[in-house]
């Protein structure tokens, strides 16, 4: 039974992707349309996608951060 939900989940995962990766074009062709007719907001996108980008990467070093932290103080070692 864990073996067919495994398989189930990751098909379902596979299949979605692939109609995810059809609207970077398309908001590709919007934004060099814009840039051909004198606009800025492709600027504005590529500042949009770098901000996305950085946010988990900057969550993940706080919670490692803060992880090390914890156990850091958690194994001190004891004088005898």
């Given at each position: 039974m864990k073996t067919s939900?495994?398989?189930?989940?990751?098909?379902?995962?596979?299949?979605?992707?692939?109609?995810?990766?059809?609207?970077c074009a398309m908001c590709k062709a919007v934004v060099e349309t814009n840039l051909e007719a004198g606009g800025t907001k492709g600027a504005g996108l590529n500042d949009g996608i770098l901000y996305l980008m950085a946010v988990p990467y900057i969550a993940v070093l706080c919670f490692g951060i803060l992880y090390y932290f914890q156990n850091k103080k958690k194994t001190k070692p004891t004088r005898t």
């Open positions: 939900t495994f398989i189930f989940i990751i098909s379902l995962i596979v299949l979605t992707t692939i109609d995810v990766n059809a609207q």
